[in-house]
């Protein structure tokens, strides 16, 4: 893979829709099998065990990446989600590329992203000279 697929427009996808690497793993997940409609039951099961994710996580993780278009939600038989087809066609792709041969660039670009979150948030407390 190569560093030109980190776009401008992928870090702004992983910025605004994948908040953790918890919630990649979920995001692929789904996206593994777009046909197939999954419980948070499902989801929790077949995540890795290292995912640390209670149902009540898994679920607001599900809501915000519905939010974003990227999983969809049937309710009428209780809630299972399933992977947005459209949004597959996208930076899911390389999403999974990045996760499958450069784990460790994904996982530091995840956290790194987060961290200019909080830090431009710490930065509107500051107090500023007139």
Not at 7 to 35: G, H, W, Y
Not at 110 to 127: C, E, G, H, M, V
Request: aromatic content about 8%; some cysteine.
């Amino acid at each position: 893979m190569e560093d030109s697929a980190f776009s401008e427009d992928f870090f702004a996808f992983i910025q605004s829709a994948v908040p953790s690497v918890a919630a990649a793993e979920l995001l692929l997940l789904v996206a593994r099998q777009p046909e197939r409609w999954w419980t948070v039951a499902e989801i929790r099961s077949e995540l890795p065990a290292d995912v640390n994710m209670d149902d009540g996580g898994i679920a607001s993780c599900l809501e915000a990446l519905r939010a974003r278009g990227l999983v969809e939600i049937e309710a009428q038989r209780g809630a299972r989600y399933h992977a947005a087809t459209e949004a597959l066609e996208s930076h899911v792709k390389t999403l999974a590329r990045a996760y499958n041969e450069r784990p460790v660039t994904l996982i530091r670009m995840i956290y790194a992203l987060r961290d200019t979150k909080i830090q431009s948030f710490a930065n509107a407390f500051k107090l500023r000279k007139s």
